[in-house]
């Protein structure tokens, strides 16, 4: 008898979980008019800003070493471009990054900086097109240095650090023409 209670007592546990998530999921239905929950804008996403230093630190390498990434003290700037090899939105951005990369090459120096860490990081670069070179950040905490919470990110990075210009998701053709541009001029703004 007593495996019998045990068989009704999980089908009554069955029977109301069930329940319970069905009530779920008509609750947060809300009304057929209902709005759907407003979008942030990629502005809400915290990130480094316009003169705010973006700090030295030492990257991972692809073949397991290490690197430094600084900035100079005058002359050339460095365009940063924040991804992930697994985000769409960075994928489609790449094209873009390439371009700016060529047209301010001995001016600029271009450099991309990959969140997380992925099997086959050099072959993953390969297929997607990339031809600037690209690191890793080393731990969490470079990455929240940087105020990473979304990518792609594109960053333009004048004389000792100070950020000049930042750029959260997707490029649009304005955007492109204009860092390449600031990316050309020498010293900071």
Known sequence: MPLVKEKYWAIIAVVL???????????????DDAEPPPVRPTEYFP???????????DAAKMDGGSE?????????????????LTCGACTSTIPHW????????GQARA??????????????????GLTFPALR????K??????????PQTLLVGPKGKVEQVIVGELAEPQIEDLIARAKGSGTE
């Open 17 to 31: 979980l069930g329940l319970g998530g069905f009530e779920v999921y008509w609750l947060s239905r809300g009304a």
């Open 47 to 57: 990130h480094l800003e316009v003169g705010e230093i973006a700090p030295a630190f």
């Open 68 to 84: 430094r990434v600084s900035y100079p003290e005058a002359g050339q700037k460095t365009l940063v471009f924040v991804m992930s």
């Open 98 to 105: 390439n371009r700016i990369a060529a047209q301010t090459k």
């Open 111 to 128: 450099l991309g900086l990959i969140v997380g860490s992925y099997e086959n990081e050099a072959e993953l670069l390969r297929e997607k």
């Open 137 to 140: 950040f080393p731990d969490q």
């Open 142 to 151: 470079t990455q929240f240095l940087y105020k990473v919470t979304k990518v």
